[in-house]
Every structure is written in structure tokens, then in C-alpha cells.
């Protein structure tokens, strides 16, 4: 399984026409590639290799591509699905507007790529919503920045941010867009694994954010790690300021961008560091579990072609030192002083849970080892908000990555929270 998957993520990745890379395909990646086109569909090869506007136009739904630039400028791009195919499908119709935030190594990619009828992008339009899909920074879509270059040789400038700066400042930067965009006061906020992290810790910091919501729901909703149950992430989490001053060192702020998986894995970390081999050999797991019963084998190539979509190495020392000090707090620089000058205080402050306000609703699973239920227990018993719910999919084995790709996510977790928007 683990092998299969892997040369897939090469071939995926290596075929991406958009993201050419420098180094010419070698004689064993073309036979693969040809091996998987006679076993795939030509329509799911497409799809792996569409980027995400192309690929909501090809299933005829209308899209928009809208850029924001960021107080600290990061250039983030959104795509917008404003109405639907073949239900709600007149246009210039004021619409609930619903803003849509991807997890980590993910994409706005995640909400289409299942197409039609299962994409909770889609499914939104039909049901008559103005659908906004964010990127966080660092990401293929969001990989631009007004003058840092991410590219830069042994220059990390760019790549020095966590989900501290995604909830602080992407999200609410890209909610402001929206609301000015549509003329709403207010919007529906869905977020899926970081995207509800990046949530909490906007409506912590930012309180005042809350107003603009109308409602919150957290797909597979991580704030507390201390029960995390990923192996990787377990590995990596005593060496998080390790992992980050080793990559700071070696020039790498960047971890498993969209075109050179294998390349930058391989030659950048897989060469001796310790600390780093349980990602070299877990490089599929890292986004989290899934259950077979929930995989549809099928659309694997489409799957691969979008994820992982590149973060910072600093977003998962971020997750790392969470699961080792079993806190939610802000991101720790390694020693008192710079901890000193940024915040104040020796340690990293706790995101304070108590100032969020906005209706949360918390959607979890049995079977997450990002999102255990202890952990999702102990974030819903310090949410502030007056409406604060839970639900618990119905379904033992369903994991984390099902709630984006799994084959029931639609019956286990889109229609309960459609219905709960369609009632706020
Ligand atoms: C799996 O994906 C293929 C291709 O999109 C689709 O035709 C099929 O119906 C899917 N299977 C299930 C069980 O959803």
C-alpha cells in the first residue's frame, strides 16, 4: 500500500504539466506514468493534472480567481464557485456566502477534486451558496509573496510562519476580501484540520472576528494534540525546534511542496538525518489516517495530483510542540529570549479558547489520530461560545482524511452541516 502509494505521488507529481520541473523524467518515470494512464481513466488522469480553476470549468461550473495580498505580503489566491450547475444556477443572485479553509499540505483542491456530487465545493453551489475556497500561504496557490522569494537559495525569509500566522492573518485577510467582495456582513466559516486550527486561532486572537461569523464548522477540528496518535507527527514532536533550526541550517523552509516531492525529500532530508527518516518513510501518512472502507482506489491519481501541496516546515514544529507540551499555544522560537522579545513572556502564551464567541460546530471522528476525541473533548469544554455543538460521525472507522475524500462523506458529515447552515 505504502509503496504503491509513493509511486504514485511520483508519477502524480512529476506529471503535473503547470509545475514543470528542472530535471528531465527518467525512462523509469515515463513507464510508470504509462503503466498508470492504461489503468486509469483518461478523465482521472485529467483531473490529476488539471489546476483547480481548470478543473471546476471542466465539470462547467462557473468560477473566479480572486488574489489577496496580506498585511505582511503573502499573496493568497481564492477561487470562488458563486453559483451552481445545474440547481441555484442564475447568476447575480445575492447569496449566503460560505468561506471554505483547506488543512495542512492541502488545497482549495480538496473540495472539488472529487467532482461533482461528492466535492463539498460543489455541493455547497447546487444548495445555493457563494462558495469562497481559501489558501493559505505557502501553498502551491499561495506560494507568491510582494518581495520575498520563495525559491531563494538558503534563504528562508519567506517560509518563516506556522498556523500562527494563517489564523492571525491569512484567514481574517481573506474574510475581509470576501465580505467586501459579496457587500455581507457576515459569512458561514467550514475548516477543515488546519483550517479550523487557523480558525481558533483567529477568533482567540482576533475576537472581534467573531462578529463576522455566522457559523463554524470544524471538520476533524485540531487545537489540543497531547492524545495525537500519528505516528510521524509522535516522532517528530521532541525535536520540533530541531527540525526547524536543522532546516533553517540546511536552507529548506518549505516542506513537501506540490512538484518536487521526491526530489526535495529524498536529497534535502532522507540523507542522514535521524530526525528526519520516519518522514521520509511516512511521507503519505503525514496529512493524517484514513479508512480503507472510506478510499475509493479510483480516484487516487487526483488525490496525488493536488495533495500534498507544500506548507512550512515551521507549520509542523508548530503541531510537533504542541503534542509535546500538550498545550494550544502560540509558536514556541526555541529559547527565552526570542520567546522574550516576541511575546513578553519565557514561554509561548496559550491561544486563550474562552474569547471565541462565533456558533462552533464541532464535527469529529472514533478513528482520527489528528483530531482524537480527548482532544476534541477538552477544545469543546473551553470554546467560549454560547452555541457550541458536537457531533460525532457515525461511522467508528471513519478518519481524517475521509472527511475531504472519503466515499460517505457526504451522507456522514456535508448534509448535517448544510442543514445546520441552511437553519442558522
Ligand atoms: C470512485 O471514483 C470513480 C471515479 O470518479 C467513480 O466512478 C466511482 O463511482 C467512485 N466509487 C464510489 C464507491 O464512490
Redesign the pocket.
Request: hydrophobic share 40%; glycine share 8%.
Given at each position: 500500500m505504502l509503496r504503491g502509494g509513493l509511486l504514485l505521488v511520483i508519477a502524480a507529481c512529476v506529471a503535473t504539466p503547470a509545475t514543470a520541473t528542472s530535471s528531465p523524467r527518467s525512462n523509469y518515470i515515463q513507464e510508470l506514468l504509462v503503466a498508470i494512464e492504461s489503468r486509469y481513466s483518461n478523465n482521472?488522469f485529467e483531473d490529476a493534472n488539471l489546476i483547480v480553476p481548470d478543473l471546476i470549468r471542466k465539470y462547467r461550473y462557473p468560477v473566479e480567481v480572486h488574489h489577496v495580498t496580506t498585511s505582511d505580503g503573502y499573496i493568497l489566491e481564492m477561487h470562488r464557485i458563486p453559483y451552481g450547475r445545474d440547481a441555484n444556477n442564475a447568476p447575480n443572485l445575492k447569496r449566503p456566502v460560505i468561506f471554505v479553509m483547506h488543512g495542512v499540505l492541502c488545497s482549495s483542491a480538496d473540495f472539488v477534486l472529487m467532482?461533482p456530487g461528492s466535492g463539498l465545493g460543489y455541493l455547497l453551489a447546487e444548495e445555493g451558496f457563494d462558495v469562497w475556497m481559501g489558501n493559505a500561504r505557502g501553498n502551491y496557490y499561495s506560494r507568491k509573496h510582494v518581495t520575498l522569494n520563495p525559491d531563494a537559495i538558503l534563504n528562508t525569509a519567506f517560509w518563516q510562519f506556522s498556523y500562527d500566522e494563517i489564523g492571525n492573518i491569512d484567514v481574517p485577510s481573506m474574510i475581509d476580501y470576501v465580505l467586501q467582495v459579496t457587500g455581507e456582513q457576515k459569512l458561514h466559516y467550514i475548516g477543515h484540520s488546519q483550517g479550523t486550527t487557523a480558525f481558533f486561532v483567529m477568533a482567540s486572537m482576533r475576537p472581534a472576528y467573531n462578529n463576522k461569523i455566522i457559523s463554524m464548522h470544524a471538520l476533524a477540528p485540531v487545537a489540543y494534540m497531547a492524545h495525537n496518535e500519528n505516528l510521524l507527527l509522535q516522532a517528530i514532536a521532541p525535536f520540533s525546534n530541531d527540525i526547524e533550526s536543522i532546516a533553517s541550517l540546511v536552507g529548506v523552509g518549505e516542506f513537501l511542496p506540490h512538484t518536487t516531492v521526491m526530489t526535495w525529500a529524498g536529497e534535502a532530508l532522507c540523507r542522514n538525518e535521524v530526525v528526519f527518516q520516519p518522514i521520509c518513510s511516512n511521507i503519505l501518512f503525514l496529512i493524517g489516517g484514513w479508512d480503507e472502507s472510506q478510499h475509493?482506489a479510483?480516484?487516487m491519481p487526483v488525490i496525488l495530483g493536488h495533495t500534498p501541496a507544500g506548507s512550512s516546515v515551521k507549520q509542523f514544529a508548530h503541531y510537533g510542540q504542541g503534542i509535546a507540551q500538550k498545550g494550544f499555544r502560540r509558536y514556541d522560537h526555541g529559547s527565552i529570549l526570542a520567546n522574550l522579545a516576541k511575546y513578553g513572556t519565557a514561554t509561548p502564551p496559550s491561544y486563550d479558547l474562552s474569547k471565541i464567541s462565533a456558533p462552533v460546530f464541532l464535527h469529529y471522528s472514533k478513528s482520527d489520530p489528528l483530531a482524537v476525541v480527548a482532544d476534541v473533548d477538552r477544545l469543546f469544554s473551553e470554546i467560549g461560545s454560547k452555541i457550541l455543538s458536537r457531533f460525532l460521525v457515525p461511522l467508528s472507522s471513519f478518519s481524517h482524511i475521509d472527511f475531504m475524500y472519503g466515499?460517505s462523506a457526504k451522507e456522514l458529515v456535508y448534509d448535517r452541516v448544510i442543514n445546520i447552515i441552511k437553519s442558522m
Amino acid at each position: 500500500m505504502l509503496r504503491g502509494g509513493l509511486l504514485l505521488v511520483i508519477a502524480a507529481c512529476v506529471a503535473t504539466p503547470a509545475t514543470a520541473t528542472s530535471s528531465p523524467r527518467s525512462n523509469y518515470i515515463q513507464e510508470l506514468l504509462v503503466a498508470i494512464e492504461s489503468r486509469y481513466s483518461n478523465n482521472v488522469f485529467e483531473d490529476a493534472n488539471l489546476i483547480v480553476p481548470d478543473l471546476i470549468r471542466k465539470y462547467r461550473y462557473p468560477v473566479e480567481v480572486h488574489h489577496v495580498t496580506t498585511s505582511d505580503g503573502y499573496i493568497l489566491e481564492m477561487h470562488r464557485i458563486p453559483y451552481g450547475r445545474d440547481a441555484n444556477n442564475a447568476p447575480n443572485l445575492k447569496r449566503p456566502v460560505i468561506f471554505v479553509m483547506h488543512g495542512v499540505l492541502c488545497s482549495s483542491a480538496d473540495f472539488v477534486l472529487m467532482g461533482p456530487g461528492s466535492g463539498l465545493g460543489y455541493l455547497l453551489a447546487e444548495e445555493g451558496f457563494d462558495v469562497w475556497m481559501g489558501n493559505a500561504r505557502g501553498n502551491y496557490y499561495s506560494r507568491k509573496h510582494v518581495t520575498l522569494n520563495p525559491d531563494a537559495i538558503l534563504n528562508t525569509a519567506f517560509w518563516q510562519f506556522s498556523y500562527d500566522e494563517i489564523g492571525n492573518i491569512d484567514v481574517p485577510s481573506m474574510i475581509d476580501y470576501v465580505l467586501q467582495v459579496t457587500g455581507e456582513q457576515k459569512l458561514h466559516y467550514i475548516g477543515h484540520s488546519q483550517g479550523t486550527t487557523a480558525f481558533f486561532v483567529m477568533a482567540s486572537m482576533r475576537p472581534a472576528y467573531n462578529n463576522k461569523i455566522i457559523s463554524m464548522h470544524a471538520l476533524a477540528p485540531v487545537a489540543y494534540m497531547a492524545h495525537n496518535e500519528n505516528l510521524l507527527l509522535q516522532a517528530i514532536a521532541p525535536f520540533s525546534n530541531d527540525i526547524e533550526s536543522i532546516a533553517s541550517l540546511v536552507g529548506v523552509g518549505e516542506f513537501l511542496p506540490h512538484t518536487t516531492v521526491m526530489t526535495w525529500a529524498g536529497e534535502a532530508l532522507c540523507r542522514n538525518e535521524v530526525v528526519f527518516q520516519p518522514i521520509c518513510s511516512n511521507i503519505l501518512f503525514l496529512i493524517g489516517g484514513w479508512d480503507e472502507s472510506q478510499h475509493n482506489a479510483t480516484m487516487m491519481p487526483v488525490i496525488l495530483g493536488h495533495t500534498p501541496a507544500g506548507s512550512s516546515v515551521k507549520q509542523f514544529a508548530h503541531y510537533g510542540q504542541g503534542i509535546a507540551q500538550k498545550g494550544f499555544r502560540r509558536y514556541d522560537h526555541g529559547s527565552i529570549l526570542a520567546n522574550l522579545a516576541k511575546y513578553g513572556t519565557a514561554t509561548p502564551p496559550s491561544y486563550d479558547l474562552s474569547k471565541i464567541s462565533a456558533p462552533v460546530f464541532l464535527h469529529y471522528s472514533k478513528s482520527d489520530p489528528l483530531a482524537v476525541v480527548a482532544d476534541v473533548d477538552r477544545l469543546f469544554s473551553e470554546i467560549g461560545s454560547k452555541i457550541l455543538s458536537r457531533f460525532l460521525v457515525p461511522l467508528s472507522s471513519f478518519s481524517h482524511i475521509d472527511f475531504m475524500y472519503g466515499i460517505s462523506a457526504k451522507e456522514l458529515v456535508y448534509d448535517r452541516v448544510i442543514n445546520i447552515i441552511k437553519s442558522m
